[in-house]
Nanobody, 125 residues
């Protein structure tokens, strides 16, 4: 059984940096793709960044490209999202997710069947 737990969210100022984490239990790293998603109030859940099942960084949403960095630590079973130059529009609940072993990385939330509980990131101006 796969379980995902996000930590590290909080309240920051515009332009600040913040790193959030997702710790996985069960067989995830090295066999499943992992993605970061976010959902702002009254908006659809959207893809932010992802890592392929073999650990290679996949793609980023255009809105975060050049500002966010996704990485993983296999030894710690932890996925990270380093967020730089934060903007008010980055305010959202951030979720990590994974799906079937050896499947392709997808930017569609409905493709994922394991989700964490989310961590709130609020960027204040």
């Amino acid at each position: 059984q796969v379980q995902l737990v996000e930590t590290g969210g909080g309240l920051v100022q515009v332009g600040d940096s913040l790193t959030i984490s997702c710790t996985a239990s069960g067989s995830v790293f090295g066999s499943r793709p992992m993605g970061w998603f976010r959902q702002a109030p009254r908006k659809e859940r959207e893809f932010v960044a992802g890592i392929k099942w073999n650990g290679i960084v996949g793609n980023y949403a255009d809105s975060v490209k050049g500002r966010f960095i996704i990485s993983g630590d296999n030894a710690k079973n932890t996925l990270y999202l380093q967020m730089n130059s934060l903007r008010p529009e980055d305010t959202a609940v951030y979720y990590c997710a994974t799906r079937s072993t050896y499947s392709a990385l997808s930017d569609r939330p409905e493709s994922y069947n394991y989700w964490g509980q989310g961590t709130q990131v609020t960027v204040s101006s």
